[in-house]
C-alpha cells in the first residue's frame, strides 16, 4: 500500500507514513472481542469513560465527512482486509461480505467498528494502527452518523 496522506478539515491535518499491511494472527472476524471499553458514558466524560457508541457524543461543532475523513480512514486501515474484492485467503482472517468499501457498509457496522477501533478501543486494525488523534476523530464521526459531506450542509 502506497503512502497515504490525508487532511481532515480545518480542525486537523495529519501526515501519515507508510503503513504495515494487516498481518498476523490476530482474529479479525471475531464478533464477540470488544476493545478495552469501559463503564460510564455520559456526555462530559471523556474517551475511556464512553462504554459504547451511543453514549459517545457527537461535537456540534463536527465537520468530519466520509469524503474528508471516513472514506480516507478506512482505505488507510481497514479495506486491506476489509475489501470486497478480496479473496477469503487475504483477508487476515477478516469475514468474506464485513467490508467498509462505502460509507452505507460502514453505517451497517458502527457499533462494531466504534468498538474494535475508535476512541479507547484498540484492537484494530492489527497492524499498522493508527493513534490516539485519529481514533479519537473515528469515534467522533461515527458518533455523528459517519455523515457524507452534503450532510453536513
Known amino acids: 500500500m502506497p503512502?497515504?496522506?490525508r487532511h481532515c478539515g480545518a480542525i486537523l491535518a495529519l501526515v501519515l507514513g507508510c503503513h504495515a499491511e494487516a498481518a498476523g494472527d490476530d482474529d479479525a472476524g471475531s464478533e464477540s472481542e470488544g476493545g478495552s471499553e469501559s463503564e460510564?458514558?455520559?456526555?462530559?466524560?471523556?474517551?475511556?469513560?464512553?462504554?459504547?457508541l451511543d453514549a459517545r457524543p457527537c461535537p456540534e461543532d463536527?465537520?468530519?465527512s466520509w469524503e474528508s475523513f471516513g472514506g480516507p480512514y478506512m482505505l488507510s486501515y481497514c479495506t486491506s482486509c476489509h475489501g470486497s474484492a478480496l479473496p477469503a485467503d487475504m483477508?487476515?482472517?477478516a469475514p468474506v461480505g464485513l467490508d467498509f468499501e462505502r460509507v452505507e457498509q460502514v453505517r451497517t457496522h458502527a457499533d462494531r467498528i466504534w468498538a474494535r477501533a475508535a476512541d479507547q478501543n484498540l484492537t484494530m486494525p492489527p497492524a499498522g494502527a493508527p493513534g490516539d488523534e485519529e481514533r479519537a476523530l473515528l469515534g467522533e464521526w461515527l458518533a455523528c452518523g459517519a455523515p457524507l459531506a452534503a450532510e453536513l450542509e
Do not use: A, F, Y
Open 91 to 93: 483477508r487476515q482472517k
Open 40 to 52: 460510564g458514558g455520559s456526555e462530559s466524560d471523556g474517551p475511556s469513560e464512553w462504554s459504547s
Open 62 to 64: 463536527s465537520i468530519l
Open 3 to 5: 503512502c497515504v496522506v
